[in-house]
């Protein structure tokens, strides 16, 4: 925290509110391929996971609530983004396969989200380090938060 100012904003929140503010800029730029940050990040954790995922899977590793997950997931479907695929040894799962247009889709998501990073980074007096230690902050805050599961 930084001491004798009236505007004292803790690490967390400024990095809680950045992370906001980053997403808001990215949903104004991902209106005309109609994605949002809701229906984007599935989408992203699909293709970063590279295989078919259960929904519980994706709501996990978005830290979201799986019942919201099924809402965007039902959404992510009819706009053919997505397929659900039954699980052959649990018949109450389904598998989610990212389609060949949500693999479009998620370029887009790839080409914007570069292009703010760049636009973020060139305006950094020291942007040669930004990178790393954003990194290691997150490693740390990553750690830590193995030793808090719910």
């Given at each position: 925290m930084h001491n004798?100012?009236?505007n004292t904003i803790t690490l967390g929140r400024m990095l809680n509110q950045t992370a906001r503010?980053?997403?808001?800029i990215l949903n104004?730029?991902?209106?005309?391929?109609?994605?949002?940050?809701?229906?984007?990040?599935?989408?992203?954790?699909l293709k970063r996971q590279n295989r078919p995922?259960?929904?519980?899977?994706?709501?996990?590793?978005?830290?979201?609530?799986?019942?919201s997950v099924?809402?965007?997931?039902?959404?992510l479907e009819l706009q053919g983004l997505i397929t659900r695929v039954p699980d052959k040894n649990d018949r109450r799962a389904h598998y989610i396969v990212i389609t060949d247009?949500?693999?479009k889709r998620i370029e887009y998501v790839l080409k914007i989200?570069?292009?703010?990073?760049?636009?973020?980074?060139?305006?950094?007096?020291?942007h040669k380090n930004f990178r790393p230690l954003l990194e290691e902050v997150y490693s740390v805050v990553k750690d830590i938060s193995g030793?808090?599961?719910i």
């Open positions: 004798g100012s009236k503010l980053w997403r808001h104004i730029r991902l209106l005309p391929y109609g994605l949002t940050d809701a229906t984007w990040q599935p989408l992203l954790e995922m259960h929904q519980k899977d994706i709501a996990e590793a978005l830290f979201l609530d799986k019942s099924v809402r965007t997931l039902r959404n247009e949500g693999n989200a570069s292009e703010v990073e760049n636009e973020v980074v060139q305006k950094l007096s020291d030793h808090y599961r």
